[in-house]
């Protein structure tokens, strides 16, 4: 009976209201469901599971900052020989290792301090610090013994500092010329507003005195399969293998705060979720004292009518909780396009069917709390005379 | 003041269906104050009573009606024949039975199997079809569901609305939803039926339809009707009259007419 009530109210006589209970608890579960897959998203490093993964291997000393900044930390040494290595693993596409260094370039009268980041222009390694390392000559050609190519790729900002333009000269450090091969307008991954260049590792390793032991301070690794996470552990013993977006995602949010998020989304959102329905769903009850009464008078008991009410107020819960939850699984999939389009190259949010159940679940437990405090007001109401 | 149904039932030792005796109920007029309140000096509300020691017994086969004007007790008296409150004084006895010696969930049972109220606004459940609205006691009694089925819509036709069943009450007349509220009233087959005001939102055409459907109902049990509508009275075997709360002289002293002694329809009385 309570269920054909229920439907009846939600085709005929209470339509609006009934729409707006399960508009609400689908609204709050929406956001809760988004929020959690963001915060699950952040702590998971969900993009392990993309078809297109990156990892970068970086020193422990260094491992909570970005390794893009962090330039002045221990250095992994024999970098040429340990990339080739990792390339004649079967799942490997391309590793290179990457240094970093502040150093000064001069162009003209221009003289400006720049992240100068080297690596080894691996086919298909594709944007370094949000620079497209691919207009550099392909792989290291001085360390393979050619001569020194003289190549630099400058961001935008830098080039803008340093009023240099494509086929321009630059000075590093008052003594190596460079040409510049190309300005691209990427983003770096230490600041959008940050001067940086790309030149190829071994020639860096030239001008910083590094070039004797092979050193570099962390390495990029391509791949399709997440399994090989594992193997480059064992790589460096002390060292932490994250993903490319998580690496990024760090930045702006750590794993535990992540799940923190998570959980205060949680509390927040059955928090909100139960003050809705309770207030929607006793303004409902406030409307229909009058059956309650009548029922009370008829002879229907308490329990029965505790039984309608609960049974109405679950069944009005879950469905919100199902729509919200579809809702909320086609938000996390806008939020990563967004994030992508304007934050991270990779999705940042947890995508899975289980946060429809997730979204259910939270709705159930609105129900549940909801309960007591609406059987409360059943209680009152079903007094006396109608 | 007895009539002819009630004589014959204390003649061979039955008790009535339902007996007042000494009923008193008064009402507080306004909100207390609360313990802040008193702190503050704030006097407790004004007692008003709405009933003061009314004594009326309704045997079964018998219909009696309350007559009285608006605000003169016949809802409260109706409330305590029903058992919906309880009195300050005096008790009322359900076959034999004090209903103030039993608790409160003993109370409702005995509304649910053995009472059948109609109010003078329907007070049906909007959100539910007529038969449902009907077969509502008989879910709380735990019939089956193609039994509730059978003899709601078995009740719907005796009061002519077999074609209407499934009709929600925002789609009935106003007479139309009054012979559900009946319906519903008499599913469980009651012993006793309490009516307040039947006809008072009704119009006259549709009033004398629903007077002959409770006219008809007397047979198998006790009714009983408040109303200040002559048409509605003049069904009655017997009229009392109330006054501020307490019977009239004539009603008190048994002088009214007998199971029989009908008013023709239109006779103030």
Not at chain 1, 133 to 140: I, M, V, Y
């Given at each position: 009976m309570a269920l054909g009530q229920l439907a009846s109210r939600a085709m005929n006589t209470d339509r609006k209201r009934v729409l707006f209970t399960v508009l609400g608890v689908t609204a709050v579960v929406a956001l809760l469901v988004v929020v959690t897959g963001m915060g699950l998203g952040l702590a998971m490093e969900t993009t392990v599971y993309d078809e297109d993964v990156d990892y970068w291997i970086v020193p422990d000393a260094g491992g909570e900052d970005s390794p893009l900044v962090a330039t002045d930390g221990p250095a992994f040494s024999d970098a040429h020989e340990t990339a080739t290595d990792l390339e004649t693993?079967?799942?490997?596409e391309y590793a290179s290792p990457i240094a970093t260094e502040v150093l000064r370039l001069e162009h003209d009268d221009r003289s400006e301090y720049v992240l100068v980041v080297g690596v080894v222009s691996t086919p298909g390694i594709g944007e370094i610090v949000g620079l497209d390392?691919?207009?550099?000559?392909?792989?290291?050609p001085f360390h393979d013994g050619d001569t020194r190519t003289g190549e630099l790729v400058l961001s935008e900002t830098g080039a803008s500092l340093l009023e240099a333009d494509e086929d321009d000269t630059i000075e590093i450090d008052g003594e190596e010329s460079v040409s510049v091969v190309a300005v691209d307008d990427g983003r770096s991954a230490g600041g959008a507003n940050m001067p940086v260049a790309l030149v190829h590792l071994s020639e860096l390793q030239a001008m910083t005195g590094g070039e004797e032991a092979d050193l570099a301070d962390q390495f990029v690794v391509g791949t399709t399969?997440?399994?090989v996470k594992d193997d480059l552990e064992d790589v460096y013993p002390q060292s932490t293998v994250y993903t490319r977006e998580g690496l990024l995602a760090t930045e702006t949010m750590d794993g535990d705060l992540s799940l923190a998020l998570s959980l205060t989304a949680f509390v927040v959102a059955i928090s909100i979720g139960t003050l809705f329905v309770v207030t929607t769903m006793g303004l409902e009850l406030l409307a229909n004292r009058r059956e309650f009464a009548t029922l009370s008078a008829l002879g229907v008991s308490t329990v029965s009518q505790f039984r309608l009410v609960g049974i109405q107020t679950v069944v009005l819960t879950a469905v919100g909780g199902f729509l919200g939850g579809v809702a909320g699984y086609f938000g996390v999939h806008l939020v990563n396009e967004l994030a992508m389009a304007v934050?991270?190259?990779?999705?940042i949010a947890l995508v899975s069917p289980l946060l429809i159940g997730y979204g259910l679940l939270a709705a159930l437990v609105i129900g549940l709390v909801s309960i007591p405090i609406l059987l409360a007001i059943t209680r009152r109401l079903s007094r006396g005379a109608p | 003041m007895t009539s002819r149904s009630a004589r014959a039932s204390d003649d061979e030792g039955d008790p009535p269906t339902v007996s007042a005796i000494g009923l008193t109920k008064r009402y507080t007029r306004g909100s207390h104050p609360g313990f802040v309140g008193r702190l503050l000096g704030r006097s407790a509300p004004p007692m008003v009573t709405a009933i003061d020691d009314v004594s009326l017994s309704v045997a079964a086969g018998e219909t009696v009606a309350i007559s009285g004007p608006?605000?003169?007790g016949k809802t409260t008296l109706l409330h305590h024949l029903a058992g919906l409150e309880q009195p300050d004084e005096g008790t009322v006895r359900f076959q034999g039975t004090d209903l103030g010696t039993r608790s409160r969930r003993q109370r409702r049972r005995r509304r649910l199997e053995n009472v059948g109220i109609v109010f003078q606004r329907f007070h049906l459940i909007d959100s539910l079809s007529a038969r449902a609205n009907v077969a509502l006691p008989l879910v709380e009694l735990g019939v089956p569901a193609g039994e509730r089925k059978r003899r709601a819509s078995a009740v719907l036709e005796r009061v002519d609305l077999g074609d209407r069943t499934d009709h929600l009450p925002g789609e009935l007349s106003g007479g139309e939803q009054q012979r559900v509220a009946i319906a519903r009233a008499l599913v469980t087959d009651p012993d006793l039926l309490v009516a307040d005001?039947?006809?008072?939102?009704?119009d006259t055409a549709t009033s004398r339809r629903v007077l002959e459907l409770l006219s008809s109902l007397a047979p198998d049990r006790a009714v009983v009707i408040a109303s200040h509508d002559r048409e509605t009275l003049a069904i009655a075997d017997r009229r009392v009259r109330l006054r501020d709360g307490r019977l009239d002289a004539e009603s008190a002293t048994g002088t009214g007419a007998a199971p029989g002694d009908k008013v023709v329809p239109g006779d103030p009385g």
């Open positions: 693993h079967p799942d490997i390392a691919g207009a550099l000559t392909p792989n290291d399969d997440p399994a934050v991270t190259s990779g999705p | 608006s605000g003169s005001e039947p006809t008072g939102e009704l």
